[in-house]
């Protein structure tokens, strides 16, 4: 049996440790021992990216902001489901040394995806990203289930506080979504997303693309208002 190999370890904003981990040929993050993604079992987070982008196919500009790089699945579905030249992928990444990792230690998994220009990580938390950010985006996505909680965003169960779903009501354009993979109650938080003023489905995958994929992800898809796709005045028709 192969051993597992500590490739890089960090500190997150909070001070708790967080660590890259190799094991014949999957890569893991660890933070206080526990795992928090996997490359074996990363379908939970691909779908995230997919059906985060299903919305915005036929926008000319879709504007994007990714909670945090994880292992990079999420921000692949992305890409991969949204081709536009114009599109806008920004990542809020906290934890600055996590882009080198992916640079140096995991080209494998998604290769020349940090260089794609279309895609801007900044060294920042999601709340900071939106207090920045005056013009508003498409869609707002986060894999809690994968992540470190964020103060303000989520608790340390990693379902987000009604303050942070407030405020990302207001960050999205009309139409616009935000998409969480959490492990909430669902009648609970269907509830808490509707007050602030969300239109709410959910979808369970498996979490794994592997193995008998007994594990499930629930995918929470929430709508501010319909999006209406700009068209061309083409004036009256006769």
Sequence with gaps: MKPAVTLAETCAPNGA??????????????????????SFAHNG????????????????????LLAGLGLGYVLSGL???????????QVAEPISDLPAWH????????????????????????????????????????DADSSLPQVGVTNRGGIPHSSFLHRAHSSLKEGGLLAISCSAEHHTFERKMQRAGFDVVHEVVPTSHKGKQKQRSTIWLARKGAYEQTRTHRGPQH
């Design 17 to 38: 440790p967080f660590t890259l981990i190799e094991h014949d040929g999957e890569f893991f993050l660890h933070s206080r021992g526990v795992q928090l993604e996997s």
């Design 45 to 64: 987070a691909a779908e995230l990216g997919r059906l985060s982008a299903q919305p915005f196919r036929s926008a000319r500009q879709p504007r994007v």
């Design 79 to 89: 890409r991969n489901a949204l081709p536009q030249k114009r599109a806008i992928f």
């Design 103 to 142: 640079r140096q230690h995991l080209a494998c998994l998604h290769e020349g995806q940090l260089d794609d220009p279309r895609v801007i990580v900044r060294k920042e938390a999601l709340n900071d990203a939106l207090r920045k950010d005056k013009e508003g985006w498409q869609a707002l996505v986060i």
